[in-house]
């Protein structure tokens, strides 16, 4: 289960549109970093999906995108052009097919092919009335589901639901988030044809005027049981209570928040955790099998916009690091697998944070508040940074961007590995009890994670 928030300029600090996702995902399902260059293909040049092979187009935009590492399509990204998208698995009374594209896979294909939001929402409809969507978005479990979108640009951002290859998209106002269910109701901005009449011939509405895309469309058991409605509830509260003041510190909390209890009870833990948070963590039983495998901040400005990217999972223990799209991503070390590979940048952290788990509230004060005065050092530079960057000439300036965003990735492997050796020395305080302690001894068996 996922959650994706955007703020527009009249609700942020400095008048940048501010986007942010988690991407939650099975607990061994890594999630990689990846940049793809600008690119020119031959004409009829094809590309492979995860299932399916569509026509490419002449040109690609470059793009950064946050992707489980078995598909070709992602959870999230920001193109070259300032486009940042993020889609959710809901869930429809519409049949679900086994053909047709990943809901990832289109948001890929969005991001290489649209110049601004209005653009990509264009691309999403298109390939979702040619191709379909593929329902299975699963990794080891089957997991079936349509999906709904949230696409930013420096100016706008627009809303797209679906149910099979019926939709309703909105264009978005001020602020606006996004969970695992659908959430326009009777008033859109643009509508498949047929939408209205189509749930009055299934029987789930009387006439148009009693038609809600929601309330008709909606698969109430999943949908109730994916929690959405609370974790969006809890989202658009703290984008709201920063007075239309909103700034990227802002987003990252938000990623980061365990709920009002936690925020409220120092000694906190996952174990007490549940799928109404909006960083979750993985537990014991079939409604905790997820985690924040993956998260990202977009700075949408005109004139530079900045990627904040975790490249691993637990935002909560993790540091956001700057990327920007003219000077790609640094060298972070080969992709994650399906197993341990200390070498990867998210298996290097996921080691921090399982040994974190043992005792969340002990082991995370041993270093959460460096980890806070790193990631502040950083965000405070970046600033500095980015305002030189905008007036300086291209080559110094892509110089600057690039031996910044290096160093950052640097620093926090570094010091994550000094983290880790400090957490394992840590004694814990309490035992955890016994099923969630066997779910997370089997989820380190099947990644062949060394035992500390």
Not at 95 to 106: K, R, S
Not at 310 to 331: M, N, Q, R
Request: proline share 4%; net charge neutral; hydrophobic share 40%.
């Amino acid at each position: 289960m996922c959650d994706t928030v955007v703020a527009l300029g009249n609700t942020t600090a400095d008048g940048a549109v501010l986007f942010a996702k988690n991407s939650d995902r099975e607990a061994n399902e890594a999630q990689a970093l990846v940049y793809v260059p600008r690119t020119l293909f031959p004409p009829d040049a094809r590309v492979q999906c995860t299932h399916l092979e569509v026509p490419q187009v002449r040109e690609t935009y470059a793009v950064l995108l946050s992707k489980p590492f078995w598909m070709w399509g992602c959870e999230m990204g920001v193109n070259e052009r300032g486009v940042a998208i993020g889609n959710e698995a809901v869930f429809t009374k519409e049949p679900y097919e086994e053909t047709g594209l990943l809901g990832m896979d289109m948001l890929r294909l969005a991001l290489e092919r649209a110049a601004d939001a209005r653009e990509a929402l264009g691309v999403l409809i298109d390939l979702l009335e040619t191709y379909g969507q593929h329902a299975n978005g699963g990794y080891q479990r089957q997991l079936l589901y349509h999906n709904s979108f949230l696409i930013a640009d420096t100016r706008q951002a627009w809303v797209l639901e679906t149910a099979g290859r019926y939709w309703a998209a909105l264009q978005v106002r001020d602020f606006y988030t996004i969970s695992n269910g659908l959430t326009i109701g009777a008033e859109w901005d643009l509508a498949s044809a047929g939408l209205v009449e189509h749930a009055i011939e299934k029987g789930w509405c009387a006439s148009a005027d009693d038609f809600h895309f929601a309330h008709c469309y909606s698969d109430a058991f999943y949908t109730r049981f994916s929690h959405c409605r609370e974790r969006r509830r809890r989202s658009m509260a703290l984008l709201a209570a920063e007075g239309g003041e909103l700034t990227v510190h802002a987003m990252l909390r938000l990623l980061r928040d365990h709920g009002a209890d936690a925020s409220r009870d120092p000694r906190w833990s996952p174990i007490r955790g549940s799928g109404r948070n909006l960083c979750v963590h993985a537990g014991f039983g079939p409604l905790r099998n997820a985690q924040s495998t993956g998260s990202l901040v977009a700075h949408l400005d005109a004139r530079l916009t900045t990627a904040w990217c975790t490249g691993a999972s637990a935002p909560c223990l993790s540091t956001f690091k700057p990327v920007w799209l003219e000077v790609g991503l640094p060298d972070i070390g080969p992709e994650p697998g399906a197993t341990y590979d200390p070498e990867t940048l998210w298996w290097h952290h996921e080691r921090l944070h399982r040994e974190v788990l043992r005792d969340y509230p002990t082991r995370l004060s041993v270093f959460h508040a460096e980890r806070d005065t790193l990631e502040k050092s950083l965000l405070a530079r970046a600033a500095t940074l980015v305002g030189r960057a905008r007036e300086a000439p291209a080559e110094a300036r892509a110089e600057a961007l690039r031996a910044f965003s290096t160093e950052a990735f640097a620093r926090d492997r570094e010091a994550t590995e000094q983290w880790i050796t400090r957490v394992q020395a840590t004694r814990q305080s309490f035992r955890r009890p016994s099923l969630y302690r066997w779910a997370w001894l089997r989820y380190n068996r099947k990644a062949a994670l060394p035992k500390s």
